[in-house]
Each structure stands twice: as structure tokens, then as C-alpha cells.
């Protein structure tokens, strides 16, 4: 989304700034195959529970932990590709006429006065211009000097995909990794980190349920392109206070308990109640209609579930019982080689690291564009 600079290094560090936990990625390109070098999360959920903390309070306890997390790695690169959480900027798909290369910008700046609800002053934008024409696909970037839009039909509309986020909040992280010795190289909402390593540049419709520790992300896909992206304010915490309240236990113990081989949600176990599930299935369905009227297609090509909770015993069952077939557990590490001895680790974090890949997964297709 914000690239800062071009690294020419072969080390691609991705970091992923989660609500309650830090969770970073080192690949490495080798003949060609993206391969793990390094991984490691640090959770810091607990000092949150403990007492209700600023974001000042956040903010130096989110800078501790990262720098406990880079010690314990010790990363072969200075260079980060950051992912911050989504709900603190804001995607939007928005139509201009079709005009010269050189007028985009103002037209667009002049189009996102319509959807960002502050000073435009205040946020960094990016933008890609999107041709999900069945022909083909082309993404043709703010920074590129090619083809002139106008080549196109007068009449046309032109798609662009709108990326704001808050000086105030993008200035933020990088100062925290730079309080760590480290440097920004790039820096994207992590429903973009997410889409990398979970679709990739399939050419399907696919929906994105991101399931968090606080937040939870929907995301509706088309060509590998976020259409439509909503945060929801409800995450894996309000499943672990619901265990904890239900069951008449403490949070620590419920989290225990919601890690555990043991199906809550699709059993009659009726002093547990997941409402915070039909919450998110309703706003699924909700954005489903809107995706498929708004682009004309009559069924999605699959549903992915991702994040910590997606682990969850009996998640998958939910959705699909909600949502329809074609519902899996995402796999972030499908691009990425790894040693076979870690096949059982890859494999229990899985989902929990779609972020932080995909993030590490920007830098090396950067690296690509620029070699």
C-alpha cells in the first residue's frame, strides 16, 4: 500500500501489529522458491486484561514487545514490511470517467472527499486502478509512467481501489520500528497482507472471514482484488468472555479451554451462547448480496476463514452450516518451502500467520518487480 523505499536485499521481514499480539515472518528467495527463514509471535493479551491501558500505555507496551520479538529473531534484514490493523484506515472501490493519465489524481483526490470523513490532510492515500474486464486484468499503479487511461472508451468508468490511512497512525508504526533499530520498507492494512498469502492472484470470488483476537475482517475478493472490506469490532476475545462467563471461569482458563480438542459451538452446551458468531456470519451474508449484485456473479468460489480463532474446534462446521460448501480453514504457507520437521508447528499455527506472511510476501514480490 505505502512503500517507503527499495531494498535490493534477499531477506523479506514481515510484521504483523495485531490488536493483542506481534507476529513476524523472515523469508528468503533461493533459486527462485520463497523459503522460511524465521518466525515468531509474542502475545501481550494479558497486560491488556489486566487492567484497561491507554493507548499511550499501548503504544510503549506494543514497542517492549516488539523489541523482545527482534532480540529473540535476531533478523538477517533491518528492513520491515509492516501490516497495522484495518480498522485504522479505510478501502474503498470508487468509479471515475474515464480521463488522461496526468488528471487521475486530482479526480480521485477529488472523489475521496466523498469518503473519508477527515481533512484529506490527515491521511496518506494510495491507489490502484483496477480492470476487472473478463478479457483481462490489469492493476495500473499511482507511481507507474505507461498506457494513458483515455485509450479506453470515453464513456467508460474507471475502477479504482482507494487505500487511506491516518498520518497519525502510519507515523506511529514506523517510529516504533524505528525505536527498534529497524527501518520501514513497506507498510499495508492487514486485510491486503491477508489476501496475498491467502488467494493470491487467483482469478476466483472468494469471501475473507479474518478472525482476530478484537477485530474481525470481511473482505469479498474478485481477480485478487479487495472489492468490499468491513471491520467488525468483534473478535476471539468475546468468544474466550463468553466460555469464561457461560462456564463460570476465569479468561485465562477459558482461553485454555477454547484451544482445546472440544467442540462448543455446534454442541448444545447451553450455558455457552458464541452470539458474537452470528454477528459475523450475518455481516458475511450481508456482504455476499452486496458483492454478487454489485458484480454480477451468481455464487462465490469459496469462503476462506483465517486468524487465531479460525483454529477454533467446530468453526468450520458453523460456516458452513451458515455460509453454504465450499468453506476451508486458510493456508498462508502454500507459496512458502519449509524444513520438514516443521510441518507439525506450520500446521497449528497456520491461519494465525496470514498477515505477518503476507506481509513478508509484499517484500518479496517488490524485490521481483525491481531486480
Known amino acids: 500500500m505505502f512503500n517507503f523505499f527499495k531494498s ?11 490488536g493483542s499480539a506481534i507476529k513476524a515472518v523472515e523469508l528468503s528467495l533461493e533459486n527462485q522458491k520463497v523459503t522460511l527463514m524465521n518466525y515468531a509471535w509474542i502475545d501481550f493479551s494479558g497486560e491488556q486484561i489486566k ?9 510503549k507496551i506494543t514497542e517492549i514487545y516488539l523489541g523482545k520479538l527482534i532480540d529473540k529473531m535476531e ?29 487521475v489524481g486530482n479526480a480521485i483526490e477529488y ?13 496518506y492515500l494510495s491507489w490502484d486502478v483496477l480492470d476487472l474486464g473478463e478479457a ?20 467508460e468508468k474507471i475502477k479504482v481501489l482507494l487505500v487511506a490511512a491516518p498520518k497519525d497512525e502510519v507515523n506511529k508504526y514506523e517510529e516504533l520500528i524505528m525505536k527498534n533499530g529497524l527501518r520501514t520498507a513497506t507498510l499495508e ?3 491486503f497482507s491477508s489476501v ?3 488467494v493470491g492472484d487467483d482469478m476466483g470470488n472468494y469471501l475473507l472471514i479474518e478472525i482476530g483476537a478484537r477485530t474481525t475482517t470481511i473482505a469479498a475478493i474478485k481477480k485478487g482484488n479487495v472489492i468490499i472490506n468491513r471491520n467488525l469490532y468483534i473478535g476471539g476475545n468475546e468468544f474466550t468472555k463468553n466460555i469464561s462467563r457461560g462456564m463460570d471461569i476465569s479468561w485465562f482458563r477459558a482461553e485454555r479451554y477454547k484451544k482445546e480438542k472440544k467442540d462448543l459451538i455446534n454442541t448444545n452446551q447451553a450455558s455457552v451462547n458464541f452470539s458474537a458468531l452470528d454477528v459475523i456470519s450475518g455481516e458475511a451474508k450481508r456482504i455476499m448480496r452486496m458483492f454478487q449484485e454489485k458484480e454480477d456473479v451468481s455464487r462465490m468460489d469459496g469462503i476462506i476463514i483465517s486468524g487465531g480463532t479460525a483454529k477454533m474446534v467446530g468453526i468450520l462446521e458453523y460456516f458452513e452450516r451458515e455460509l453454504g460448501k465450499g468453506v476451508i480453514i486458510g493456508n498462508p504457507w502454500k507459496k512458502v518451502k519449509y524444513e520438514a520437521n516443521l510441518e507439525a508447528v506450520i500446521k497449528d499455527i497456520g491461519p494465525s500467520f496470514s498477515v505477518a506472511v503476507g506481509a513478508a510476501l509484499k517484500g518479496v514480490e517488490d524485490y521481483q518487480r525491481n531486480i
Open 111 to 123: 472523489e475521496a472527499y466523498k469518503y473519508i470523513p477527515v481533512s484529506l490532510d490527515e491521511v
Open 8 to 18: 535490493k536485499e534477499n531477506r523479506f521481514f514481515g510484521v504483523d501489529f495485531g
Open 75 to 103: 533478523p538477517k534484514t533491518k528492513n520491515v514490511c509492516a501490516s497495522i490493523p484495518g480498522f485504522s484506515g479505510l478501502v474503498n472501490v470508487i468509479e471515475i470517467s474515464n480521463i488522461k493519465k496526468e488528471e
Open 136 to 155: 483481462d486484468r490489469k492493476i495500473i499503479q499511482n507511481e507507474e509512467n505507461g498506457k494513458d487511461f483515455s485509450e479506453k472508451n470515453e464513456k
Open 196 to 198: 496475498r498469502s491467502l
Open 51 to 59: 487492567e484497561e491501558l491507554d493507548s499511550q500505555s499501548i503504544n
Open 189 to 191: 492494512l492487514d486485510v
